[in-house]
């Protein structure tokens, strides 16, 4: 019965290889939000999603794309993988705009 | 810029005692407050929240205190337990209304036997 899941929990690639992460809320929340976290634990909004529509796109490469299939679902695929992308992935969840549910990380390894 | 402090990276205290982790906001403008906790190895779980039409919010062992005036919030934990240990964040609620959350660095806190 968990609320935010993530697939994979561990990834490790090479350079240059393109890669997703997937989401899944199971809490009929209307918006889900990518994160990133870095090596020094700092959590930056990348995306957000609400009824399938972008409502938040920081600064962010063009290689970062997410994906929203359904309400329940968001997807973050990575073209060109870098050394800098290297990093914890979160995915979280909300009804409105309020308190967040997060997910439990996916850590991405470039080599 | 948009950022949300924390004045600690490290606070380490005695199991028994209370925590006090702080946090600087700099949106006069926010209206909503988080506290998240982190353990190691799992997303930031929701601890309490405040919004800014009150200065004071209590949870079971914590205390959220929101002062407006100097932008400032803190985490009271009363009697610091093992379990407590973690990675505790402040989060202000962007004033666009979007649910964008600037998090703050993050405070470490380390409670000894």
């Known amino acids: 019965d968990t609320a935010v899941s993530q697939t994979p929990k561990y990834l490790v690639t090479q350079m240059g290889n393109d890669k997703s992460i997937k989401c899944e809320q199971n809490l009929g929340h209307d918006t889900m939000y990518w994160y990133k976290q870095d090596s020094k634990k700092f959590l930056k909004i990348m995306f957000s999603y609400n009824n399938k529509e972008l409502i938040i796109n920081e600064t962010v490469p063009n290689r970062f794309s997410p994906k929203s299939p359904d309400k329940a679902h968001l997807n973050l695929h990575i073209n060109s993988l870098e050394l800098g992308d290297s990093a914890v992935y979160f995915c979280?969840?909300?009804?409105?705009?309020?308190?967040?549910?997060f997910g439990p990380g996916t850590r991405l390894t470039v080599t | 810029g948009e950022s949300v402090g924390l004045h600690l990276p490290t606070l380490s205290v005695q199991e028994g005692d209370n925590s006090i982790i702080n946090c600087a906001y700099s949106?006069?403008?926010?209206?909503?407050f988080i506290w998240y906790k982190q353990e190691s190895g799992k997303g930031p779980q929701f601890i309490i929240d405040?919004?800014?039409?009150?200065d004071k919010r209590q949870g079971q062992r914590v205390t959220v205190l929101l002062n407006k005036t100097v932008k400032h919030l803190s985490l009271q934990i009363a009697a610091t337990q093992p379990g407590d240990s973690a990675v505790y964040f402040c989060a202000e609620k962007h004033p666009s209304n979007t649910g964008k959350l600037i998090f703050g660095q993050g405070t470490t806190l380390q409670v000894k036997p």
């Open positions: 949106n006069s403008a926010s209206d909503y």
């Open positions: 979280a969840s909300s009804h409105a705009a309020y308190e967040q549910y």
């Open positions: 405040i919004r800014s039409n009150m």
